[in-house]
């Protein structure tokens, strides 16, 4: 015990003389316990945030000046929610975010990603209307149909649902859940096209509902006709990626490429995991999408909510494992759709999401609707940036080191020679000139500590680089300079962004990650060069 109090008091001490930059004192460690003491609530976070935020934009948010506004504070990408609104309502919206865009500085770049309704099991109308309300008793018995003459005469006796196959996929015992999961039904007896049931849970419910299966496999369409309908018109709109609601397996992603078809082949799919039958696919999905969303509202009600940590945790390390971008996503910061401040618990859990490996953490409701959007994001942003600094970038490096086959592909080698070096000279930022994105998403992978700076005449890959970690874009209009000096233009742009962030203000030296070939997208030089910050 001694050894160990005597141990602590020469850390303390030693933590009293290192600089409170970036946690850099528990960087230098070899063990997460002894990162953890030196630890340092004093330090001062980096400039530059590597976790992306995306927004839900909705009424509270769709207005230039409130996009302008929020993307001041650190907005990246824009999420439009297909479960509501028509496409004149979404089409305005599009035509507001890329107004705001054009006010940013030159170079900057907004994506937009467009959220699939997804398949879904709803209720029917009740026999009031629309409208009308109506109240189940904890207790009471209630008749689950899918006799279509109940369609619009729902009631608290008797409920329709559209799901044709429910009388054969549930069994006497198991739960349905209504409404987001405030109103839980189980399963007494089965019928020929009914199931009578208890409620365990009551409440009122209203028309045209969402129903659960927990633990229960359903084989609705991948892709609905709605969703069919959405994707030409995000095609039309020329959206840079697809969040995919509810995939259970590869074939969901499959059959949505084959609708965006050849002209949306550069759109970017992003799996939404949100049931029990997409974790259990998620080796097959993760094959097949470009990345992944981890869905936890859904995800809560279909697993037990004491599970989906877990599920966080298993999506999150898959994905960085296989180099597939991730987000996180569902009441991160729920208070604030009401309220200016955040919950501790509601930080924490933000900041949990960076430590586990997220590329990008989520608003939903807190932009969409609610009363304080910018302040959302900018907690968000601070959080993320305190995270970051903790994130144990260099252990991750040697552990996606040591689980990844070496490639032969000489991108894929040079991209990890490339993080490798950035933490034996310490680096300022790692620079990417690159037209496909390919070699920046490579470095991202590997996770440096330090900012990518990405360069590319290609503004598509610039938007849809905003998904990974650590990935600045900079889009740069191609131009009728040789090669020579194009590859001037470009690297100026980027230096011109690390000294604008001050990010090598003591000359820390800068890497160049950059192909030598005319006309070849491979990178295959890496150089360490050294550009002092201009004076002011």
């Known amino acids: 015990m001694s050894s160990i109090i005597v141990r602590c008091t020469k850390m303390a001490a030693i933590k009293e003389t290192m600089p409170k930059d ?15 003491v030196l630890l340092n609530i004093d330090s001062v976070p980096a400039v530059v945030r590597q976790t992306h935020i995306i927004c839900t934009i909705g009424p509270a948010s769709r207005e230039v000046d409130m996009l302008s506004k ?39 770049v907004i994506a937009i990603a467009l959220d699939t309704k997804g398949p879904e099991i709803r209720t029917g109308v009740l026999e009031g209307g629309a409208t009308a309300e109506v109240n189940l008793d904890t207790g009471s018995s209630l008749t689950v149909t899918v006799n279509d003459s109940f369609r619009e005469k729902c009631s608290a006796q ?8 429910m009388i054969q ?9 209504v409404d987001d999961g405030l109103i839980s039904l189980k399963v007494t007896e089965k019928g020929s096209d009914y199931l009578k049931c208890i409620v365990v849970n009551g409440g009122k419910l209203g028309s045209k509902k969402g129903c659960n299966l927990p633990n229960t496999p359903i084989d609705l369409p991948a892709v609905s006709g709605k969703d069919k309908q959405d994707l030409l018109f995000g095609l039309d709109q020329n959206v840079d990626m697809v969040f995919a609601s509810f995939i259970q397996d590869g074939n969901g992603i499959r059959e949505i490429r084959q609708v965006l078809g050849q002209n949306g082949r550069h759109i970017q799919i992003i799996a939404k995991i949100e049931s029990f039958e997409g974790i259990r696919s998620f080796p097959d999905i993760l094959k097949e999408c470009d990345g992944v969303m981890v869905a936890r509202g859904d995800m809560g009600i279909e697993i037990p909510p004491e599970k989906v940590f877990i599920a966080q945790k298993y999506l999150i390390s898959a994905c960085n494992m296989f180099g597939k971008p991730v987000i996180c996503a569902t009441q991160m910061l729920e208070s604030m759709t009401s309220k200016p401040r955040a919950t501790r618990a509601e930080s924490n859990d933000v900041a949990n999401a960076v430590l586990d490996g997220a590329d990008c953490v989520m608003l939903s409701g807190e932009s969409a609707k609610g009363l304080y959007p910018i ?31 070496p490639s032969v592909d000489p991108t894929h080698s040079l991209a990890i020679s490339t993080v490798a070096a950035s933490y034996t000279c310490m680096a300022a930022a790692i620079i990417v000139i690159t037209e496909s994105g390919r070699a920046a998403h490579l470095v991202s992978r590997y996770k440096p500590r330090c900012p990518i700076v990405m360069v590319t005449h290609n503004e598509s890959v610039a938007k ?42 003591h000359n820390e030296p800068i890497l160049l990650l950059i192909g030598l070939v005319n006309g070849s997208d491979q990178s295959n030089c890496l150089q360490v060069i050294t550009s002092k910050p201009k004076s002011k």
């Open 22 to 36: 970036q946690q850099l004192l528990s960087f230098v460690t070899s063990s997460f316990l002894e990162r953890n």
């Open 70 to 108: 929020l993307m001041d504070v650190g907005m990246n990408i824009c999420r439009l929610n297909f479960s509501h609104g028509s496409y004149d309502y979404h089409a305005g919206t599009v035509q507001n975010i890329r107004e705001a865009a054009s006010r940013r500085p030159k170079g900057s």
């Open 158 to 165: 008797t409920l329709w649902v559209d799901y044709k196959k």
């Open 169 to 177: 996929v549930l069994s006497v015992g198991n739960l349905i859940y």
């Open 375 to 405: 302040e959302a994001v900018m907690h968000m942003s601070s959080v993320c940036l305190e995270a970051e600094s903790v994130f144990h970038s260099r252990h991750m490096f040697g552990e996606l080191r040591r689980v990844n086959i």
């Open 464 to 505: 849809q680089s905003l998904l990974y970690r650590g990935v600045n874009p900079i889009y740069v209009p191609s131009t009728d300079n040789n090669w020579q000096n194009d590859m001037n233009v470009l690297v100026l742009e980027a230096l011109g962004f690390c000294h604008l962030k001050e990010l090598n203000k």
